[in-house]
T-cell receptor, first 116, second 115 residues
Framework: AQKITQTQPGMFVQEKEAVTLDCTYD???????LFWYKQPSSGEMIFLIY??????QNATEGRYSLNFQKARKSANLVISASQLGDSAMYFC?????????????FGKGTRLHILP | EPEVTQTPSHQVTQMGQEVILRCVPI?????FYWYRQILGQKVEFLVS????????KSEIFDDQFSVERPDGSNFTLKIRSTKLEDSAMYFC?????????????FGNGTRLTVT
């Protein structure tokens, strides 16, 4: 079973609008972290935002915020006031605490296109 | 801000040749990883490395792959006899800790093309 599910392979959004990228996850570990990464067309992987399983408040980093709904096991990324430079692939990822050396597991990604 | 550095950015090699992909992790990080991404596809875990030994490896990381930390700064991935299907973007990553709240910081990747 997939641990990270991103159901939107692609999205088109008008510049300056807000956009929500969906992510659901599956884990039995009570301690886990959720991450979003941005991959522009140039290929690098840029860390955007983190949410911990015990965090009471939703994480925010500038125009990025994470809509964390623990009971529903969802961690959607919200980008406010989208810009042309936000066009990229976005990956949701999870790190569990079961194994202290454990890797990050990625979803399949959502390709976001910002339209002028 | 400290960053993970990967060299080369592009590598073209012939099938059957050996390649070494190089990485300099962030200096105070202790956990190191290699991932790969076949064009347009998912980012896949290859191997994690801590305390000079492999912590975990995926099914992809078979006998043709090896990793090494030859000195205090470099972390390398060697592919002994490349195959066409090894063509991918290879990412090195490092993490300060192994706890769930430690993000992995990725390098810019090495695009490997096997012809």
């Amino acid at each position: 079973a997939q641990k990270i599910t991103q159901t939107q392979p692609g999205m088109f959004v008008q510049e300056k609008e807000a956009v929500t990228l969906d992510c659901t996850y599956d884990t039995s570990d009570p301690s886990y972290g959720l991450f979003w990464y941005k991959q522009p067309s140039s290929g690098e992987m840029i860390f955007l935002i983190y949410q911990g399983s015990y965090d009471q408040q939703n994480a925010t980093e500038g125009r990025y915020s994470l809509n964390f709904q623990k009971a529903r096991k969802s961690a959607n990324l919200v980008i406010s006031a989208s810009q042309l430079g936000d066009s990229a692939m976005y990956f949701c990822a999870m790190r569990e605490d079961l194994n202290r050396d454990d890797k990050i597991i990625f979803g399949k990604g959502t390709r976001l296109h910002i339209l002028p | 801000e400290p960053e993970v550095t990967q060299t080369p950015s592009h590598q073209v090699t012939q099938m059957g040749q050996e390649v070494i992909l190089r990485c300099v992790p962030i200096s105070n990080h202790l956990y190191f990883y290699w991932y790969r991404q076949i064009l347009g596809q998912k980012v896949e875990f290859l191997v994690s490395f801590y305390n000079n030994e492999i912590s975990e490896k995926s099914e992809i990381f078979d006998d043709q792959f090896s990793v090494e930390r030859p000195d205090g700064s470099n972390f390398t991935l060697k592919i002994r006899s490349t195959k066409l299907e090894d063509s991918a973007m290879y990412f090195c990553a490092s993490s300060e800790g192994a706890l769930y709240n430690s993000p992995l910081h990725f390098g810019n990747g090495t695009r490997l093309t096997v012809t």
